[in-house]
């Protein structure tokens, strides 16, 4: 305590520094919701050969039974029950027999919603992320598109269920520089053959990581056109 003159003044404990990693609770909101919090956050994945961390530029929302597109529309299965939650998990998927696709599980336990991450800008790892994308013409078209991510990452099936608010667990959602609300840019989601229309793809506006728009299915997009790369 340090005395002052006529009064006793407190000192004022150090300032703490802020959080580096996501908690659960901040995640278990809607997925739309997630979004600020997700854009310019880092997804950090450890491995026997090193490290590689992401910085997140592009989602793509998706909630259970009011959301065709989403995989949980038709209920709990084996494959999608780590999206029901807890909120902070990682869900894995594969798809087109070639490919995984990483999503961060939002919302609450027993009620399924998640961030599909689209696009990053590998900002630790990135001799290791080349090795692993030996096609890749560009550093900043390493982690463009979902499945571009996960093999940056090194993430598998091995990863479906991790626990991303854990300290120590191989793979974590660090906190970034946080994405401007005039930076952010939203349309209709990709490769989808119901709810096209929906404009739950949101990105940074100006980042060469943003994957490319594909639309989906035979439908023509009517609620929202197409988004061009800013």
């Known amino acids: 305590m340090v005395l002052g ?3 006793d003044f407190v000192t004022p404990p150090p300032a703490r520094p802020r959080p580096e990693q996501f908690t659960r609770e901040e995640l278990a909101v809607d997925p739309v919701d997630a979004v600020p919090l997700v854009l310019g956050s880092v997804l950090r994945s450890e491995t026997p050969q090193g490290p590689v961390s992401v910085r997140v530029v592009e989602v793509e929302a998706y909630r259970g039974a009011d959301d065709p597109a989403s995989h949980c529309y038709r209920g709990r299965t084996r494959r999608n029950q780590v999206m ?3 909120a902070g998990h990682l869900y894995v998927y594969f798809v087109y027999g070639m490919h995984f696709c990483a999503n961060i599980v939002c919302l609450t336990d027993g009620i399924p919603g998640a ?12 001799e290791l992320a080349r090795s692993r994308r030996p096609a890749s013409r560009r550093d900043t078209d390493l982690a463009s598109g979902p ?3 996960t093999t940056a990452l090194g993430l598998t099936a091995s990863h479906d ?8 667990s191989p793979v974590r959602l660090l906190r970034g520089d946080t994405v401007a609300p005039d930076q952010v840019r939203r349309g209709p989601r990709v490769g989808v053959a119901t709810a096209m229309e929906v404009p739950w793809r949101f990105w940074e506006a100006g980042s060469p990581a943003v994957s490319p728009y594909r639309r989906g299915g ?4 009517i609620a929202a056109p197409p988004p061009t790369r800013d």
């Open 5 to 7: 003159t006529g009064a």
């Open 161 to 168: 269920g991790t626990d991303l608010t854990d300290p120590g």
């Open 84 to 86: 029901f939650g807890p």
């Open 115 to 126: 961030l599909l991450v689209r696009g990053g800008e590998v900002v630790e790892g990135v």
């Open 218 to 221: 035979r439908r023509r997009v």
């Open 147 to 149: 499945a571009r991510l």
